[in-house]
């Protein structure tokens, strides 16, 4: 069974940085599909990063704030946010996938970032 546990969330001024982490379980993804979405309050779930291998993905309008990046020993992926704004506010939820989409989801983290 696959479990995908994040870590990590917060409240943290704007400005400031956090760093979630995603622990795998049940299932190596070392070279799989790992990646990170969000959902704020009466918003639809959006993609934030996603990572395959060592190719990395992001969100447009993420990109240069947001950092993905895996630990294959601990198949356990990491997102580092700097320079964080009150939009960035959400439900942080890991996900992983063993080819091209993602099949397996975390519980979600809350991160608050306060104006």
């Known amino acids: 069974q696959v479990q995908l546990v994040e870590t990590g969330g917060g409240l943290v001024q704007a400005g400031g940085s956090l760093r979630l982490s995603c622990a795998a379980s049940g299932r190596t993804f070392s070279s799989g599909l790992m990646g990170w979405f969000r959902q704020a309050p009466g918003k639809e779930r959006e993609f934030v990063a996603g990572i395959k291998g060592s190719t990395t993905y992001y969100a447009q309008s993420l990109k240069g704030r947001f950092t993905i990046s895996r630990d294959n020993g601990k198949n356990t992926v990491y997102l580092q946010m700097n320079s964080l704004k009150p939009e960035d506010t959400a439900v942080y939820y890991c996900?992983?996938?063993?080819?091209?989409?993602?099949?397996?989801w975390g519980q979600g983290t809350q991160v608050t970032v306060s104006s």
């Open positions: 996900a992983a996938g063993r080819a091209d989409s993602y099949e397996y």
